[in-house]
Every structure is written in C-alpha cells, then in structure tokens.
C-alpha cells in the first residue's frame, strides 16, 4: 500500500476560525512532510518531521502548527490565516535512512484545497 | 545548495508523437533525482527515479528518463504520448537534510497533447 491519505479534500474557512488538517500512511514511513502549493506554482516545503520530532520548519508563520501525534499520523493546525493563504496543501511521507545513501522518493496524498475568506 | 532548471514551462505534442520535457540540475555531489506528474487539482505521483544505478531509467506508463552527468542533464521522454499524459511535471533534485529529504523542485513543464 503506497497511499498518503488527506482529509478533507476541500475547506473553506474564515480568518477567525480554527481548523486543522489530517494526514495517514500506513508505509511505516518515519518521515512526514507539509507542503503548500499555489496554483501553477511547484510545491513549497513547510516542515518536516522524523520519527515524530519537527526537524524542519521553513519559517512558516505561527498560525500554521504542525502536530504528529505519531508514526501514522499528521496533522496541521490553521488558526487565523489570511485570504493569501489560500491553497493546496500536500502531505507527503518517506523512509528515514539512518546512514548515509541515496534518498527515498516520497510519496504525496491528493491534498486539501483550503480557501481562506 | 542543489537546483533544478525545466527547460520549458509549456510543451504541446500531438497524440502519439514522442514526448521531451527537459530537466538540468546543479549538485555538488552525486544527486538523486525524481520526476513527478500532477494532474489537475491532485497530488503528485512519482514517474521515475535515479539513485545512481543504472543511468536509463524506466518508470510507470512508457517514460524513462537518462541520467547524463556529462550534460548535468536528466530529460523525461516517452515514445507516444497519450490524452491522458497531458499534465504537469516536475524535476525534483533531493538532499537529504534534518532526518528525511528535502526536494528542490523546479518550476514545472505544463504538457499538452492534442487530437
């Protein structure tokens, strides 16, 4: 089973709300990624996490909190976002190699097309 | 730090015509290399990919890619394109970086097909 699932597919929130968005794999990936993607733009990497820790946060403003509450899970939380960020948001799982080797590819759910109003 | 450089934001081809889509990287080191597709309004699926085996890479539904370290050159082609190929791609360069890897993505080949 190579599925990222993503839930839900579409959320359309105002600027005072509170929202979050989910993501599963059961690949027994230990590493999780957030992206946000624009239209006709590549994917823009927010944060990373492994075995559970954050390892990398794009400087991504506050309003935006990552959560991974474990191997299978991610989560990211929406608090008081603007119109401009409105966007597909993509999660995306991949091994973690321990010793030095090639990269794992990653794999990517359908993502969440939030719309900010 | 590693990038990648698609040719061409924009490639139309008739239906059963070979496809080019062209990708360069920059890495100081040996790179591992992806290309992904996205259809409209979805996530992305992996085509291919190069860990440095073999340098002609096969992946799903008739594209490969060759690994020209030479020409610092990975190009995506299929022999017939297909209706259904008309998406976008993207040459992605990978590094490993805090536990997982970071992907550079470039800024995407938006391919047509027509009857």
């Known amino acids: 089973d190579t599925e990222v699932t993503q839930t839900p597919k579409h959320l359309v929130m105002g600027m005072t709300n509170k929202k979050s968005l989910k993501c599963e794999q059961h690949m027994g990936h230990r590493a999780m990624y957030w992206y946000k993607q624009k239209a006709k733009k590549p994917p823009e990497l927010m944060f990373v996490?492994?075995?559970?820790?954050?390892?990398i946060n794009e400087s991504v403003p506050s309003r935006f909190s990552p959560e991974c509450p474990n191997s299978s899970l991610l989560n990211l939380h929406l608090h008081a976002l603007q119109p401009e960020d409105s966007a597909l948001y993509l999660c995306?799982?991949?091994?973690?190699?321990?010793?030095?080797?090639?990269?794992?590819?990653?794999?990517f759910g359908p993502g969440t097309r939030l719309t900010v109003t | 730090a590693q990038s990648v450089t698609q040719l061409d934001s924009h490639v139309s081809v008739s239906e059963g015509t070979p496809v080019l889509l062209r990708c360069n990287y920059s890495?100081?080191?040996?790179?591992?290399l992806f290309w992904y597709v996205q259809h409209p309004n979805k996530g992305l699926q992996l085509l291919l990919k190069?860990?440095?085996?073999a340098t002609l890479v096969k992946g799903i539904n008739g594209f490969e890619a060759e690994f020209k370290k030479s020409e610092t050159s990975f190009h995506l082609t299929k022999p017939s394109a297909h209706m259904s190929d008309a998406a976008e791609y993207f040459c992605v360069v990978s590094e490993r970086w805090g536990g997982g890897n970071k992907l550079t993505f470039g800024t995407g080949t938006q391919l047509k097909v027509e009857l």
């Open positions: 995306a799982s991949s091994q973690d190699i321990p010793a030095l080797s090639n990269s794992y590819e990653q794999y």
């Open positions: 996490y492994s075995y559970e820790k954050l390892s």
């Open positions: 190069y860990t440095s085996a």
């Open positions: 890495s100081s080191y040996s790179p591992s």
